[in-house]
T-cell receptor, first 110, second 115 residues
Framework: SQQGEEDPQALSIQEGENATMNCSYKTSINNLQWYRQNSGRGLVHLIL?????REKHSGRLRVTLDTSKKSSSLLITASRAADTASYFCAFSGANSKLTFGKGITLSVRP | GAGVSQSPSNKVTEKGKDVELRCDPISGHTALYWYRQRLGQGLEFLIYFQGNSAPDKSGLPSDRFSAERTGESVSTLTIQRTQQEDSAVYLC?????????????FGSGTRLTVV
């Protein structure tokens, strides 16, 4: 399967702590993206990292990409209760669609 | 519009009936995607449009599923003779340009329940 695999499946942390989520994939990619989903409805695009980039920042988000290990990580610093959601990694290869992982459920306790 | 709009937001239908789901992408976004998400699962790719053509229909589960896009804007996903396993949230997304060099903007989805 080309589907990405996220790790862990579920994560529970205290407000103010950092949350680290990992994603692995099997094919060569053009870019990798992270999305957030609240309440099982629409996904919100968080950040995109291209295959020739190793690290990218956006506000409290930091994403890394290691193409040699075919893995990426998303770090949310100083987490807030509002960060509680499901997080998905998605990657694109030679075709023109994103393949999504199964998602990571993040719970941030106030 | 300002975002991707999907209608209806919720649909309950009887097994065997046909349903039509609508997606209005962001104006100027040439690429449009349909995904399906079953409860507690990841996103399952259905079909991708570039303009009005569909280069990739590989995710459509059966010939009961079809989709079209007209005028490089609105797309409709039609499910004929619905089955209970079709129950899911159907998500539409659009992006600027071809390929996946840009992030997707998703609609809020249509929650389909087949009873």
């Amino acid at each position: 399967s080309q589907q990405g695999e996220e790790d862990p499946q579920a994560l529970s942390i205290q407000e103010g702590e950092n949350a680290t989520m990992n994603c692995s994939y099997k094919t060569s990619i053009n870019n990798l993206q992270w999305y957030r989903q609240n309440s099982g409805r629409g996904l919100v695009h968080l950040i995109l990292i291209r295959s020739n980039e190793r690290e990218k920042h956006s506000g409290r988000l930091r994403v890394t990409l290691d193409t040699s290990k075919k893995s990426s990580s998303l770090l949310i610093t100083a987490s807030r209760a509002a960060d509680t959601a499901s997080y998905f990694c998605a990657f694109s290869g030679a075709n023109s669609k994103l393949t999504f992982g199964k998602g990571i459920t993040l719970s941030v306790r106030p | 519009g300002a975002g991707v709009s999907q209608s209806p937001s919720n649909k309950v239908t009887e097994k065997g009936k046909d349903v039509e789901l609508r997606c209005d992408p962001i104006s100027g976004h040439t690429a449009l995607y349909w995904y399906r998400q079953r409860l507690g699962q990841g996103l399952e790719f259905l079909i991708y449009f570039q303009g009005n053509s569909a280069p990739d229909k590989s995710g459509l589960p059966s010939d009961r599923f079809s989709a079209e896009r007209t005028g490089e804007s609105v797309s409709t996903l039609t499910i004929q003779r619905t089955q209970q396993e079709d129950s899911a949230v159907y998500l539409c997304a659009s992006s600027y340009g071809q390929g996946t060099y840009y992030g997707y903007t998703f609609g809020s989805g249509t929650r389909l329940t087949v009873v």
